[in-house]
């Protein structure tokens, strides 16, 4: 699995759609979390439950590691700019929570 399917497929997670410091209006995959080591903790637990853990586990580790971060009032925007998403995919991954 995908460090991005992954993070789609969970309902924890709190996904946005993120233009970061330069990236001139390009959008990636951001998780908006009030608390970063508690999202990473869930990332990584979420990839140790995936059927093929270990393929997934090296994911998360890989994505986690080109993370960056931005504050943003109380909470911390986590994004990945190497991993491009787009604001109708976001909003479909927002949606299918309130489902």
């Given at each position: 699995?995908?460090f991005k399917?992954?993070?789609?497929?969970?309902?924890?997670?709190?996904?946005?759609?993120?233009?970061?410091?330069?990236?001139?209006?390009?959008?990636?995959?951001?998780?908006?979390?009030?608390?970063?080591?508690?999202?990473?903790?869930e990332l990584?637990?979420?990839?140790?439950d995936a059927?093929?853990?270990?393929?997934?586990?090296?994911?998360?580790?890989?994505?986690?590691?080109?993370?960056?971060?931005?504050?943003?009032?109380?909470?911390?925007?986590?994004?990945?700019?190497?991993?491009?998403?787009?604001?109708?995919?976001?909003?479909?991954?927002?949606?299918?929570?309130?489902?």
């Amino acid at each position: 699995m995908t460090f991005k399917d992954l993070v789609l497929s969970s309902f924890d997670f709190d996904v946005r759609a993120y233009s970061g410091r330069g990236m001139y209006s390009k959008t990636c995959l951001g998780i908006n979390t009030p608390d970063l080591m508690q999202t990473i903790a869930e990332l990584i637990a979420a990839a140790l439950d995936a059927d093929d853990s270990t393929k997934t586990v090296v994911a998360v580790a890989d994505a986690i590691k080109d993370a960056k971060t931005d504050a943003m009032g109380l909470d911390t925007i986590l994004y990945f700019p190497h991993i491009s998403m787009e604001r109708k995919q976001a909003n479909d991954a927002l949606n299918a929570d309130e489902v």
